[in-house]
């Protein structure tokens, strides 16, 4: 009778087990904001994020209505001075901070990756009413570099497969009419890092940077006002997060077109999608560094396999470890702030699909949670991880 009950005993611990370590990581995540707090929080950035960041502002607010995010989609130059000069409680940036900003930033600066998305090249073609106008790294950094300065040129036209987009290149076409940015970018860094990659010619010439010597064409402000030229402006062709491209109508009404990109394998031409743009990561996420580490070598450009879409990038999270150093925040506030950057790397990624971005996998949650349970206030950190 004794073993019997002793083996019942037993039983219902094991079948306990479970349910208490579930219930220990259920409350593993920072304490949400309460009832009565009132705070409303400010950032600025990064166009290539605001789509998603904006949804976020609106799903949270909803969640903890006395919690709102004022986020100025400025470019991550912009965000990033912002964030030096501590104006703003967190900047968005796609360009991982570089060595001469590092040294200007707060001590301890922590790098958060908020999401994934994808770069496409856009154009504005008269009588090619569909995506899929195939292009090389190589061809794009030569139209970019001015070599290639007409659509009817035969490195492009050899590329494609299309009778139609093929048919209609070999029109009495114009000038390309090339777009970028006109503002310190992100989305630049990323565009120009990957032509560094792919074309010596480009990288010996004009290199990788937020802000670059374009040796033609016209700038646009943000993601927003290169779509904005390149749908409007016929012949045209410029640089957009995909969210951009996809969300945007040229003025005879149809969505805006982009191109396939070859992939590193040079076996394929890639659509962005979430899926090819994921592939893109899969090799970069173990060597990742910690979020107060060195991100400025960081890329997922050009990333080998046949399904990996080239023109990739992280958008970051710039975040000060040592909130008391910035103006009107209190203890409470810090909390708060950091249960805001918990939702949006863990249950926020929910709404990254839909807008066209990748949800963080796993180990890049891990690696965030870990760097947010960094944040302090007067020395005292907010929350552990667990």
Same mark, same amino acid.
């Given at each position: @009778? ?16 479970? &349910?208490?370590?579930?219930?220990? #990581? ?7 904001? =309460? ?19 904006? !949804?976020? #502002? ?7 209505? =006395?919690?709102?995010?004022? +986020? !100025? ?23 991982? *901070? ?12 922590? &790098? ?31 139209? +970019? ?9 035969? !490195? ?31 989305? &630049? ?5 990957? $032509? ?28 927003? =006002? ?15 997060? $995909? ?12 969505? @805006?077109? +982009?191109? +396939?990109?070859?992939?590193? /394998? ?16 899969? =090799? ?44 009107? @925040? ?16 863990? /249950? ?6 839909? *807008? *066209?971005?990748? %949800? ?25 991880? %667990?």
């Amino acid at each position: @009778m004794t073993k019997k009950i002793f083996l019942g005993l037993t039983l219902m611990l094991i079948l306990l087990v479970p &349910t208490t370590v579930l219930s220990v #990581r259920a409350d593993s995540a920072p304490p949400a904001p =309460g009832d009565s707090d009132k705070y409303n929080f400010n950032a600025g950035g990064s166009t290539f994020a605001f789509p998603i960041v904006d !949804q976020w #502002r609106v799903e949270y607010n909803k969640l903890y209505p =006395g919690i709102t995010l004022n +986020y !100025q989609s400025i470019g991550s130059g912009a965000g990033i001075k912002l964030f030096t000069a501590k104006k703003v409680e967190f900047a968005g940036t796609d360009a991982p *901070l570089q060595t001469s900003e590092i040294a200007k930033a707060p001590k301890g600066t922590l &790098t958060i990756p908020e999401s994934m998305g994808a770069i496409v090249v856009t154009y504005n073609l008269p009588g090619v009413q569909k995506n899929g106008l195939l292009l090389t790294g190589n061809v794009i950094a030569k139209i +970019y570099l001015g070599q290639i300065s007409k659509w009817n040129d035969p !490195q492009i036209v050899k590329l494609q497969t299309d009778p139609t987009i093929a048919k209609a290149l070999q029109n009495d076409r114009n000038k390309i009419i090339l777009v970028h940015r006109s503002d310190g970018s992100g989305t &630049t860094f990323a565009f120009t890092g990957y $032509l560094s990659q792919v074309s010596s010619d480009w990288k010996g010439k004009v290199g990788q940077s937020t802000s670059v010597p374009w040796p033609s064409g016209m700038g646009g402000s943000g993601n927003a =006002g290169v779509a904005a030229i390149v749908k409007k402006v016929p012949e045209s062709l410029g640089y957009v997060e $995909l969210a951009y491209a996809k969300t945007n109508k040229l003025a005879s009404g149809i969505p @805006m077109t +982009y191109a +396939y990109v070859q992939n590193h /394998d040079k076996t394929a031409f890639l659509d962005a999608t979430v899926d090819t743009t994921a592939a893109a990561a899969v =090799g970069a996420i173990s060597s990742l560094p910690a979020a107060d580490g060195v991100w400025s070598k960081v890329s997922i450009n050009d990333a080998p396999g046949p399904k990996s879409y080239p023109i990739v990038t992280f958008t970051y999270l710039l975040v000060n470890p040592n909130l008391e150093q910035l103006k009107g @925040m209190d203890k409470q506030k810090a909390h708060d702030l950091v249960h805001m950057l918990y939702w949006f790397v863990t /249950d926020g990624q929910k709404y990254s699909t839909k *807008l *066209l971005y990748v %949800p963080l996998p796993s180990e890049v949650q891990e690696l965030d949670k870990k760097g947010i349970s960094e944040i302090k206030f007067n020395g005292q950190q907010l929350w552990t991880y %667990p």
